[in-house]
């Protein structure tokens, strides 16, 4: 058992993006940290035309199910982007295909975002994912969950949501493992904290911001073991 978890813990590990991508007018960064040999998180990033899309997922489970169902996400996934699609069709078709091939009671959360740098223009789909963020100046936004999981109900279509997002701004995908790491005592980050953190980001690079919530969950955390993987993906548009 203790050799196949390792297996599985090398293909997911495989799947997840290796660099960031080195997109013209837009600073990356991202972070992605297991709670176990092997979690459910997978992030993505994808560049088509002048417009660059991330995708945070968190697939209900750990373990060998969840390892299964990421690869199976990740395939999918990378194909409809290949093919061009817009995201509320991508995540609808995305839907159609996890539901059909999970149990009943596998499911993803999942956000994904599309930076058009010329026309200043960020487009999203949360289905049921932990609500991402544009910090544009002091404004800050949240980018909240307008549908079902992917993979719940078949029928269930998803519809491409927009925001101006002129230069200067920046998107923060993440998931539930940052604002539910827990305390010794039990508590738990939470997104005030979080919110804190992106408040006070301007000026920073992208990475010093994803430095500064790395750091702030382990002070937090500090010596509670985490039950959940901990993934962030940022970027800015210069």
Not at 63 to 82: D, E, G, I, N, R
Not at 181 to 193: D, K, T
Request: charged share 25%; aromatic share 6%; net charge negative.
């Amino acid at each position: 058992m203790e050799r196949e978890l390792e297996l599985a813990a090398t293909i997911q590990r495989d799947i997840l993006p290796k660099t960031i991508p080195n997109a013209e007018g837009i600073e990356i960064a991202a972070l992605s940290r297991p709670a176990k040999q092997v979690g459910g998180d997978y992030h993505a990033f994808f560049e088509r035309d002048g417009v660059l899309s991330m995708l945070v997922a968190d697939v209900a489970g750990k373990s060998m199910p969840a390892a299964l169902l990421v690869s199976a996400l990740h395939a999918v996934v990378q194909l409809l982007f290949a093919e061009g699609r817009e995201l509320g069709e991508i995540a609808t078709e995305l839907n159609k295909h996890i539901h059909r091939w999970s149990s009943e009671n596998k499911f993803v959360t999942m956000i994904m975002a599309s930076i058009d740098r010329e026309n200043s223009v960020l487009e999203f789909v949360n289905a049921g994912h932990n609500p991402g963020y544009v910090v544009s100046g002091e404004r800050m936004e949240q980018l909240r969950s307008h549908g079902l999981p992917v993979g719940i109900l078949e029928q269930t279509r998803y519809v491409t949501q927009s925001r101006p997002f002129p230069a200067g701004s920046t998107v923060v995908l993440y998931s539930d493992g940052i604002t539910e790491a827990e305390s010794v005592e039990g508590e738990e980050f939470e997104n005030a904290r979080l919110e804190v953190i992106l408040r006070d980001s301007t000026g920073g690079s992208c990475g010093d911001l994803r430095n500064r919530i790395a750091s702030s969950v382990d002070e937090f955390t500090i010596g509670a073991p985490q039950k959940d993987d901990q993934t962030v993906v940022i970027a800015r548009s210069l």
